[in-house]
Every structure is written in structure tokens, then in C-alpha cells.
């Protein structure tokens, strides 16, 4: 790595903001059902910090824009997010969980969208370098993952959000290590064209959008309930933790291997591609081929495809269409149509989890991504990262 770049202060951040969705996404249900709440309230709540990323990241990306003061908006938001969950140690009513889910993730969500554009601005004409930064997200997914479900085998659940606040308290000291930079983009004009008009003026931006959004629909049953599937299917808590991490592994393989990949392939190609391994991802999940080990090993494998190579395409797709002063907008709208889709997946997995059976709610999600891939298929150029 060059000597300018803040190689270790920029992946410590990477660090701890993705361990915290390793202890909260195979978690959240988990937690939620040990307080007794039924697979429609768990899915509710799982969907209010997805709903609070369709609104946060568009705000802050707008002030950050604006003022330039994006690593302000980091380090507030780390602090806050860390205050406001600290309010589940008051109660854990339905109410007040909903509270407290809706109020750290507003200021969660301010935090990534503001920090890629900073990454971005570190890394200026080496872009491509991204995925290795980037990487240590997922190290410190699996880190926590594993680690949390360890830990759970041996203590009660009532021990996670202390878990969690301790994993924001990282998040809030990297923010305050890492250094400021302003982007400057080569490979986008300079222009006063407003956001949304560079949006509609690219039809290709709104198929792009539209099918992230789509991805993220998919995921939600695996985010909501892929913890209880697994231990109804007999696994314990460790194992159900080296199964999300063996999912997270691949993706660290893939980011590894991503600047060749992206130098040889086309962002749609990666993009499809990742759509079409998604669909079949959620089909063998959702089919009795799941209970079997290998088989369900080699699904988790996928989770490079369906997240890794598909979040990566997608941050070079939107670097590479805005110019300097849309680009905290343009990766806001990534992270607010992806909770879009995140929360509806979330809301109809909660719904159909009981009443249509997990064949039917991955059927569903299957269904998603095959549509996206016809989207983009149809809608989307061939171009380079």
C-alpha cells in the first residue's frame, strides 16, 4: 500500500462498523425471540432500522454534500448511534424497542454512505484497491459472528446488547482515528447539474437502483430469521455462527481477488451475475436440500456472490456516474434504497415465515433477484470500474 494512504485507520473503521451488524443481524431474532415476541413482532423490528436507512442516509448525504463536513457526520453519528442504543438497557417493551431500533439506526445509517466517500477520496486514482480495504469489514463480521456465538453458548442472551454497546464504543473510536479527505473524481465530470437530475438523466441509474433494492428484498428472510432456521434444523449456537461466518469468509476470498475481476469484467456482468447465483442461493436455502451440511456449506459460499461482488460492483457503479459534489448522495441513495428493500423483505418474511412455510418465503426472494437480473439484463451498459 502507498505510504499516503491510511491503510490501517481506514479498515479499523470497516472493522468494527461491519462487527456490529455480525452481532446484530444473526442476533436480532435470536434476541428478540428470547423475550417471548412472535415471528410477526421479530420481523417488525427488524425492519424499523432498515425503514430508518431508506430516510437517515439521503439526509445525511445531503448535508454532507453540502458542508464537506462528512467525517463530522461520522463521528457524530458513531456517538449517537452508541447513546441511543444504550436506551434498551431501560426497557425491552415492544414500544420501547421499536424506540430504540428506530433511534440508533437514524444515526447508524448517516455513517457508512459519508465514510465510502471519504474512503474514495483516500484512495483518489488507486479505486481498485477499495475491496482490500474494505475486506476487513468482513473480518470483523466473522470476528463477531463466531465470537457472539461462542460466547452465547455459555451465557444467556441477556448479555447481548452490553456486547453490542462495546462493539459501538469501537465504531466511535476508529471514527475519531481516521483522517478527513475530499473527493476528487477523474472519471465523472465536474458539474452544477443537480442530484436528481443526474439520476433521471441516466436511465441505467434508475434500473441500477431499483434492482438494489431488489437484492437487499431478498435478503430478508436470511437476515431475519436464518439464525432460527438454522437451530431448528438442529445446529447449535456455534455452529450457527461458523455458518454465517463461512458465508462472510468467501466474501473476504472475493475481495481479495476483486481488482482483477474488476479489471477483466464489466460492472454489469459482475452485477448479473451476482443476481442470477442470489436466485439460486434462495432457491436451495428454501428447499429440503438445506438439511443437508455440504449442501447448506456451499450455500453460505454463495454469500461472496449475493453480497460481496454485488456491494462491490455496486459503490464502483455509483462512484463512476456522479461527479465530486453528488458523490455523499449517491451513495446515500444506494444505502436508502437498499433499506427499502431490506425492511419490505424483513416485514413479508415476518408475515409469511408462519403461514407460507421458508420453502415459500426464499421462494419469494428467489423471485426478486431472477426479476433484477432481467432488469439489469435489459437496462444497464457495459462498462469498466
Known amino acids: 500500500m502507498s505510504a499516503a494512504l491510511p491503510f490501517w485507520r481506514l479498515s479499523s473503521f470497516y472493522f468494527f462498523y461491519f462487527a456490529l451488524l455480525g452481532g446484530t443481524a444473526p442476533f436480532f431474532g435470536l434476541y428478540f425471540a428470547h423475550l417471548g415476541f412472535s415471528a410477526e413482532r421479530i420481523g417488525e423490528l427488524v425492519a424499523i432500522p432498515m425503514i430508518m436507512r431508506c430516510l437517515a442516509p439521503n439526509l445525511w448525504g445531503w448535508v454532507g454534500d453540502v458542508t464537506g463536513q462528512r467525517l463530522l457526520i461520522v463521528r457524530l453519528g458513531a456517538l449517537c448511534t452508541l447513546l441511543a442504543f444504550s436506551l434498551i438497557f431501560i426497557g425491552q417493551s415492544y414500544g420501547w424497542l421499536v424506540l430504540v431500533m428506530a433511534l440508533h439506526a437514524f444515526f447508524w445509517h448517516a455513517v457508512l454512505p459519508q465514510f465510502e466517500v471519504i474512503t474514495f477520496a483516500h484512495l483518489r486514482d488507486q479505486a481498485a484497491r477499495y475491496s482490500r480495504v474494505r475486506l476487513w469489514g468482513s473480518i470483523g463480521f466473522v470476528v463477531a459472528v463466531v465470537g457472539l456465538g461462542w460466547l452465547f453458548e455459555g451465557l444467556s442472551l ?56 431488489l437484492m437487499q428484498l431478498s435478503h430478508g428472510p436470511y437476515y431475519t430469521f436464518l439464525s432460527l432456521y438454522l437451530e431448528s434444523l438442529g445446529y447449535s449456537r456455534t455452529a450457527v455462527g461458523l455458518l454465517w461466518s463461512l458465508g462472510v469468509v468467501a466474501e473476504i476470498l472475493l475481495f481479495w481477488v476483486m481488482s ?10 459482475i452485477l448479473l451475475t451476482s443476481f442470477l447465483l442470489a436466485t439460486l442461493r434462495w432457491l436451495l436455502l428454501g428447499s429440503s436440500l438445506a438439511e443437508s451440511l455440504p449442501c447448506l456449506l456451499g450455500i453460505q459460499v454463495l454469500h461472496a456472490a449475493t453480497f460481496g461482488s454485488f456491494h462491490i460492483a455496486s459503490v464502483h457503479f455509483v462512484q463512476h456516474h456522479f461527479g465530486p459534489r ?5 451513495q446515500a441513495l444506494y444505502a436508502s434504497v437498499s433499506g427499502v428493500g431490506g425492511a419490505l423483505g424483513a416485514l413479508y418474511a415476518g408475515y409469511s415465515w408462519n403461514s407460507l412455510g421458508s420453502a415459500w418465503t426464499f421462494g419469494i426472494a428467489a423471485l426478486a433477484t431472477l426479476a433484477a437480473a432481467v432488469i439489469m439484463f435489459a437496462r444497464l451498459h457495459e462498462e469498466r470500474a
Not at 447481548?160 to 464504543?169: D, H, K, R, S
Not at 481516521?178 to 447539474?193: G, I, K, M, R, S
Not at 453528488?326 to 449517491?330: K, R, S, T, W
Open 158 to 213: 441477556e448479555a447481548w446488547p452490553l456486547a453490542i454497546v462495546l462493539i459501538m464504543g469501537g465504531i466511535v473510536l476508529a471514527s475519531f482515528w481516521v483522517p478527513n479527505a475530499q473527493p476528487v473524481t477523474h472519471n465523472a465530470p465536474l458539474t452544477d447539474e443537480g442530484f436528481w437530475q443526474q439520476v433521471q438523466r441516466q436511465p441505467g441509474l434508475l434500473a441500477f437502483y431499483l434492482c438494489a433494492g
Open 260 to 269: 482483477p475481476l474488476l479489471a477483466r469484467f464489466s460492472l454489469k456482468q
Open 326 to 330: 453528488q458523490q455523499g448522495q449517491g
